[in-house]
Structure formats: structure tokens, C-alpha cells
């Protein structure tokens, strides 16, 4: 890969990186809204589904637009971890900004209702995991703005790592197939 293409790589994954951060961070959001109103948490669901998707799709643009149709399993690869590593980031901050800023406490008080409530109560009995449960809410309390946010970065980065494997092997593609 020459100095030229490589910029270039990194220039498309930025770019898809944003609007893979804008799919991640409109997931977080419905997640958080999805304690109150069920359909939301549906939908963060589904938006968290279609991240691959999306990613699958944005690295066949750049295929098809800026490497005219040719992209080796290495490049395509690369390609996908850039894309999530550059949305990680900007979900970092966004995660980041929210804790730190709106939070206040509002997650640890949904999930200790949530526990706390009969039925959160029978299924923690039922599983025999009430003392790990305690001790899971009581290290989210003590977790800073930073840790979630930096827990986030990580868990993006090794999803990347790992579903960029079967991207690039579907997405590569080392002649052009012209069509008479």
C-alpha cells in the first residue's frame, strides 16, 4: 500500500467511523430511554444488530467508489477495524459527556429498581445471583465517567477486531467482474 492509499483508507474509515458512531451512539440512547418505554430498547437492539451491517456496506462503498471495484482480504480488513476503531472513539466521548454530564445516577437507580422489583427479585432468586448482582450495581456506583467510557472504547475495538474477520473475507474481492 503506497503513502497515497493508505491516507486514502484512513480518510473513508473516519468518515464511515462518524456514521458508524452516529448508529452506536442513537443505539445508547434508546437503550437508556428503553427502562421506561419498552419499544426503545427494541430498537437499540436492532441498531446495535445492523452495525455490521452498516460496516459491511460502507467498506463495498469504498470498494466500488475509491479502489474502482478491487480490495485485497488485508486492506478490506483493516478498512472494518479503522471504521470501528474511529467510532469507538467518538461513542467514547459521547458515552464519556453523558455520565459525566446527565447521568447522575440515573442508570445504577433504573437497573437497582429493576432488581429490586418482584420480578427482578423471583429472577435473582431463581438464578441464585442476589450477592453478585449487589456487588455488580455496587461496582457500576463507584465506576467514573471515564471507566464507561473507556469500557465502551474496548468492547468497540474487539468487536471490530473480530467482525471485520467475516467482512473482509465477504467484502474482498481481487478482480474486477466485468459484465458484457
Not at 56 to 81: P, Q
Not at 101 to 124: K, P
Request: hydrophobic share 50%.
Amino acid at each position: 500500500m503506497t503513502p497515497a492509499e493508505y491516507v486514502q483508507l484512513k480518510a473513508f474509515a473516519r468518515q464511515d467511523g462518524a456514521f458508524l458512531s452516529l448508529l452506536w451512539i442513537g443505539s445508547f440512547f434508546c437503550y437508556l430511554h428503553g427502562f421506561t418505554h419498552p419499544f426503545m430498547g427494541m430498537a437499540a437492539v436492532l441498531l446495535l444488530i445492523a452495525s455490521p451491517f452498516f460496516a459491511a456496506n460502507r467498506l463495498r462503498h469504498f470498494r466500488d467508489e475509491a479502489r474502482e471495484g478491487v480490495i485485497s482480504f488485508l486492506r478490506a480488513y483493516a478498512y472494518t477495524v479503522l471504521i470501528f476503531f474511529y467510532a469507538g472513539l467518538l461513542l467514547c466521548a459521547a458515552v464519556y459527556v453523558y455520565f459525566a454530564f446527565m447521568d447522575n445516577g440515573y442508570l445504577v437507580g433504573m437497573l437497582t429498581d429493576i432488581l429490586h422489583s418482584e420480578q427482578g427479585r423471583q429472577m435473582v432468586q431463581t438464578y441464585g445471583l442476589g450477592p453478585e448482582m449487589e456487588e455488580g450495581l455496587k461496582a457500576m456506583s463507584d465506576m467514573r465517567p471515564i471507566d464507561y467510557a473507556l469500557n465502551m472504547l474496548s468492547v468497540n475495538i474487539s468487536a471490530g477486531l473480530l467482525l471485520g474477520l467475516p467482512i473482509a473475507a465477504l467484502m474482498q474481492r481481487q478482480t474486477l467482474n466485468i459484465k458484457h
